[in-house]
């Protein structure tokens, strides 16, 4: 069974930084893609980014230049690196693994996710 797990999240103040992680098992090929969305309360997922093969990430405009999306395909592994961190990043972030064709930033297009991980942003 394919499990997504993520970790990292937490509380920090605007300005700070995280670092989350998604850790994969269950999997006995390298993901084609991996990517991380965000969901506010209430709200749907929206994507954060995304890398597919041997491509450059993708970026949300909201987070580009502030955060970083990185794998160790060998590990089916999956970092993202948020700086200057804003309140309006205060989400529930969730990994995603596998993609079926489709768009980047659809959920739709993912056919494996994490259970999620909380950062909150004070300001």
């Known amino acids: 069974q394919v499990q997504l797990v993520e970790s990292g999240g937490g509380s920090v103040q605007a300005g700070g930084s995280l670092r989350l992680s998604c850790a994969t098992s269950?999997?006995?090929?390298?993901?084609?893609?991996m990517g991380w969305f965000r969901q506010y309360p209430g709200k749907g997922r929206e994507a954060v980014a995304s890398?597919?093969?041997?491509?450059?990430?993708n970026y949300a405009d909201s987070v580009k230049g502030r955060f970083t999306l990185s794998r160790d395909i060998a590990k089916n592994m999956m970092y993202l690196e948020m700086k200057s961190l804003k309140p309006e990043d205060t989400a529930m972030y969730y990994c995603?693994?596998?993609?079926?064709?489709?768009?980047?930033?659809?959920?739709?297009?993912?056919?494996?996710w994490g259970q999620g991980t909380q950062v909150t942003v004070s300001s």
């Open positions: 269950g999997y006995s090929y390298f993901f084609n893609c």
């Open positions: 995603a693994a596998d993609c079926r064709g489709g768009a980047w930033n659809s959920q739709d297009t993912y056919n494996y």
């Open positions: 890398h597919y093969g041997a491509d450059s990430p």
